[in-house]
């Protein structure tokens, strides 16, 4: 139990997190990302969440500690280095096979984002990379990215009741240290007509909706890529879907930006 002032005091530690020009849509909605929060972004597979994700971050330039168990080196590295340079992520493997690793390397030698590429790590490794985070930073990350909540590892023996206990983990961890947990999940492929839209709430793989602060469901229909908050806990949300942004999209870029609508739109005419 703690008092009102104390409770004060925590609270003023929920800062925003860096505003991202491509988000404004999203932030005007009132789903802008704090310190402290646990935060799902789900959607269909292949939907672009982890390139997304990843460009976030890289976005908004914080500190991250990135447990990319469902994407290896090759391409987590590729797409850093082309939302930094320009190039294609093709372009970019091609240039690392052909002696240009020293300008790959250039690129992302600025880089906050710190990869951890275990397949299957439960708490305990997610828990072990932050602390061997704070012994070489004396300080924590910004956020936490989970690329996918599927592959952490748990006690339970059926999956439903591991994802139960992973997000009950990453909503302790992001209240007791002030950390914003990012955790990418999968919706239930169950409604094939609207794949190209945000899924509902209701699609979130597990029954585990209760937990996070905030739910984004995403799609990609190139070339844009759409953001729905179907879950804000002091914002609008629309747990139907039905309510998203639009952000226009360059995969093979690993480039998210603003959509910018006709002219004619924006002055309807």
């Known amino acids: 139990m703690i008092t ?8 003023s530690l929920t800062t925003p997190l860096p505003r991202t020009a491509a988000l404004q849509d999203l932030y005007d909605l009132g ?9 799902v972004i789900f959607g269909e597979p292949g939907c672009g969440k982890s390139t997304f994700m990843e460009h976030y971050v890289n976005d908004m330039d914080v500190s991250c500690l990135y447990i990319s168990a469902d994407t290896d080196a090759t391409d987590t590295t590729s797409r ?4 930094r340079t320009g190039m294609t992520t093709d372009a970019v ?3 690392i096979k052909n ?3 020293g ?28 602390s061997c985070f704070i012994e070489l930073y004396d300080e924590y990350p910004t956020c936490i990215v989970i690329d996918n909540a599927m592959n952490i590892d748990g006690d339970s023996e059926d999956e439903q009741g591991r994802l139960r206990e992973s997000f009950m983990e990453f909503r302790k961890l992001s209240r007791e240290t002030g950390i914003t947990v990012f955790a990418l999940h999968h919706a239930r492929e169950d409604d094939k007509e609207n794949s190209k839209r945000p899924p509902s709430r209701a699609r979130l793989q597990g029954k585990v909706s209760q937990l996070p602060d905030m739910i984004w469901g ?7 890529f759409y953001i729905a908050p179907v879950k804000v ?17 360059d995969p093979s870029r690993a480039m998210f930006k603003k959509h910018t609508y006709p002219v004619s739109y924006q002055y309807g005419r």
């Open 4 to 11: 009102g002032v104390q409770s004060l005091a925590q609270a």
């Open 31 to 39: 789903a802008l990302p704090r310190a402290g929060q646990f935060i």
């Open 80 to 83: 850093l280095a082309a939302m």
């Open 93 to 95: 493997k091609d240039a």
């Open 99 to 101: 002696g240009g690793f």
């Open 103 to 130: 300008f790959v390397a250039e690129a992302i030698e600025s880089s906050k984002i710190h990869w951890v590429y275990d397949s299957s790590p439960d708490m305990v490794d997610v828990n072990d990379e932050l």
């Open 218 to 224: 995403v799609a990609l229909d190139n070339p844009q």
């Open 233 to 249: 806990r002091d914002g609008k949300s629309d747990a139907s879907g039905s309510t998203y942004v639009t952000l226009d999209a």
